[in-house]
């Protein structure tokens, strides 16, 4: 097992792999940039190496800084957590070279994985569902018209390097693919510096569903059931929950095995997700893979008893899974509280915490970095905390939900508490009747 491990992240995510390694008798190296400076994983870690100024490309985005801390706190493993360094392919084979482990995937599995029209065809050669579409990448606009033509309206470009909805462009009819051809390949070139593209069919009425697996050294895997990830603004997940309103036991079944296939076939390595379209027949594709851990971890692991950070670094430390399914026991709902004004189109909103209080009691968890008087920064993801909820069904961790919500105070800056508590007020929410769509016609005017 690891003697010290190095968590290359900030936020509530480098507090809770803290957190984990502290349980596990590991020590702990954080790292910060200077607006990150009073942060708690900084105070909580055995250790806390500067590593730059606020901006990521001179902190938690700069490998040399990262790879020099490690060295002179003679960490030998590194955690890189979700965003910044934990899917740099470059990252983890330079770990690999300094002979830091790199608790997450290998280089060639982050390459094969992190490149949308590999991953696809990675997929399908395994059987596992994937949406109709190109084979690998579009090489002419022609090509893909041609394809739109055979598959039938209405289809998707998508950005193989894409992520966050950037370079994603719908087609509903052959005039408008022209402009979405040019749209997306110039959004995606600079976002991304690769223009490439893939086409398929486009699912209406999709659920954004995705299946937690573990991989072990071995080739194994298993799979922690699903979470339900619909509810999104412009491709941002705010909300997320499992079991789904929407899967059936059947259907959890055959996603669950499907992922352990698709998993098994590339011998997956660590905690990652499989993330699928499932229409509104309950027809699931493939979407993509995500090899690291997720922001919304915290839901499987309330209602399956679960480490996910734990397991992460056991199989990281050749260690071998149980082999065995997990499926829930409980009801469990995450609630992304975000520095931003739900009113104002989501604006975001740094500035310093006034008051703080937490809400508590049975059922409720809270993963979060923040406290009264901490100055959120302008520099980074705007989230600064996460309300996870449990209880035995549905029903009860709405009520909870919105009970945590309405005593969940934080002054000084706008947040989402208030978008969050009209959703649980939503009688088509309440019904679990939506899509990924849901939020095009929510009416953001009731939040108040």
Not at 80 to 103: T, V
Not at 153 to 163: N, Q, R, S, W
Not at 289 to 296: D, G, L, P
């Amino acid at each position: 097992m690891f003697k010290k491990i190095l968590i290359a992240n900030r936020g509530e995510i480098a507090l809770r792999v803290i957190r984990t390694c502290k349980e596990m008798g590991i020590k702990t190296v954080a790292v910060y940039s200077t607006a990150d400076k009073d942060s708690l994983h900084v105070r909580f870690a055995d250790e806390a190496v500067c590593i730059g100024p606020p901006p990521s490309r001179e902190s938690y985005l700069n490998i040399p800084r990262i790879i020099a801390a490690a060295e002179i706190t003679n960490a030998d493993a590194i955690h890189p957590g979700y965003g910044f360094l934990s899917e740099n392919a470059e990252f983890s084979r330079i770990c690999e070279e300094y002979g830091i482990k790199f608790i997450g995937a290998s280089p060639e599995m982050i390459n094969k994985m992190g490149d949308k029209a590999t991953a696809k065809a990675t997929m399908k050669a395994a059987g596992v569902p994937t949406i109709p579409g190109s084979e690998g990448l579009l090489e002419s606009m022609e090509q893909g018209l041609k394809l739109a033509e055979e598959m039938g309206y209405p289809v998707i470009l998508k950005a193989t390097a894409g992520g966050g909805g950037r370079g994603m462009r719908i087609v509903k009819e052959s005039s408008e693919f022209k402009k979405a051809w040019d749209d997306a390949r110039q959004e995606s070139a600079a976002a991304f510096g690769n223009d490439g593209l893939y086409l398929e069919k486009f699912v209406e009425e999709p659920r954004h569903i995705e299946i937690q697996i573990v991989g072990d050294s071995t080739g194994r895997a298993c799979h922690l059931s699903e979470r339900d990830c619909s509810i999104q603004r412009r491709h941002q997940k705010l909300v997320e929950e499992t079991p789904s309103p929407f899967i059936t036991d059947e259907l959890r079944e055959a996603m669950g095995k499907a992922a352990i296939k698709g998993a098994e076939a590339i011998a997956y390595e660590g905690a990652g997700t499989i993330e699928f379209l499932v229409d509104k027949h309950r027809n699931f594709y493939f979407m993509e893979m995500n090899t690291r851990i997720q922001v919304e971890h915290p839901i499987t692991e309330e209602v399956t008893d679960f480490d996910l950070i734990k397991e992460q670094i056991k199989v990281a430390a050749g260690e071998k899974i149980s082999g065995k399914n997990y499926y829930p026991k409980l009801y469990s709902m995450e609630c992304r509280i975000n520095a931003e004004d739900p009113a104002n189109g989501f604006r975001p909103s740094p500035g310093k915490i006034q008051n703080l209080h937490l809400p508590g009691g049975k059922g409720v968890r809270i993963d979060s970095h923040v406290y009264a008087g901490y100055v959120i920064p302008p520099n980074y993801d705007s989230m600064i905390a996460k309300l996870i909820v449990s209880g035995q069904s549905r029903e009860e961790v709405m009520l909870r939900m919105r009970r945590a919500l309405e005593e969940f105070v934080i002054d000084g800056i706008k947040t989402t508490i208030p978008f969050h508590i009209a959703l649980l007020k939503d009688e088509q929410f309440k019904k679990g009747d939506f899509t990924t769509k849901f939020l095009e016609t929510f009416d953001f005017s009731v939040i108040k």
